[in-house]
T-cell receptor, first 117, second 115 residues
Framework: GAGVSQSPSNKVTEKGKDVELRCDPI?????LYWYRQSLGQGLEFLIY????????KSGLPSDRFSAERTGGSVSTLTIQRTQQEDSAVYLC???????????????FGPGTRLLVL | AQKITQTQPGMFVQEKEAVTLDCTYD???????LFWYKQPSSGEMIFLIY??????QNATEGRYSLNFQKARKSANLVISASQLGDSAMYFC????????????FGSGTRLSIRP
């Protein structure tokens, strides 16, 4: 079946502009995650959705970052008034949402490479 | 504290040799999952293998096997007969079952395969 898809694959924007990043999870996956990865670094957790609810937003770095998920499927990560330090690869992952027997395995999309000039 | 430690920032291996990537973890949870992911230069995170904390046998997936030593809290990845395409960054990760959302990643090991 289809994997996790993300769009756009690349985004160049000017400082101060808003951007929207989209994630389409694997069909049937109830859990969805957003991460950020700066060049040469590990993954930084941003937010977790279970269905349309976001029980863990602890990783969002500032109130300029927000995310929503509709219909238990597609999610959008919005960054308002972008700053140069927001430049990174934004990765989305989805999982079945259960714990045990590998059902918590997260499958990642190809990422969106964001460059803020 | 919950933590993953990968002590090898980089490794060079000759093609067709086996390679072991080290991973140790720290958690107070009795139930957890352990994972390895591969990240090639393209940037995508590719799931390789999973081991549950209650699984008695080591997980295997093709050329990948996970050497799980629970008492030592170690979950090393073994790649048999390495190939040039195995050159990538490898991340060890853990999901403690006490948290629905948390997945903890190690800092990664960059593996380079020499022809």
């Amino acid at each position: 079946g289809a994997g996790v898809s993300q769009s756009p694959s690349n985004k160049v924007t000017e400082k101060g502009k808003d951007v929207e990043l989209r994630c389409d999870p694997i069909s049937g996956h109830t859990a969805l995650y957003w991460y950020r990865q700066s060049l040469g670094q590990g993954l930084e957790f941003l937010i977790y959705f279970q269905g349309n609810s976001a029980p863990d937003k602890s990783g969002l770095p500032s109130d300029r970052f927000s995310a929503e998920r509709t219909g238990g499927s597609v999610s959008t990560l919005t960054i308002q008034r972008t700053q140069q330090e927001d430049s990174a690869v934004y990765l989305c992952a989805s999982s079945l949402g259960w714990r045990g027997q590998g059902q918590e395995t997260q499958y990642f999309g190809p990422g969106t490479r964001l460059l803020v000039l | 504290a919950q933590k993953i430690t990968q002590t090898q920032p980089g490794m060079f291996v000759q093609e067709k040799e086996a390679v072991t990537l080290d991973c140790t973890y720290d958690t107070s949870d009795q139930s957890y999952g352990l994972f390895w992911y591969k990240q090639p230069s393209s940037g995508e995170m590719i799931f390789l293998i999973y081991q549950g904390s209650y699984d008695e046998q080591n997980a295997t997936e093709g050329r990948y096997s996970l050497n799980f030593q629970k008492a030592r809290k170690s979950a090393n990845l073994v790649i048999s007969a390495s190939q040039l395409g195995d050159s990538a960054m490898y991340f060890c990760a853990m999901t403690p079952y006490s948290s629905a959302s948390k997945i903890i990643f190690g800092s990664g090991t960059r593996l380079s395969i020499r022809p």
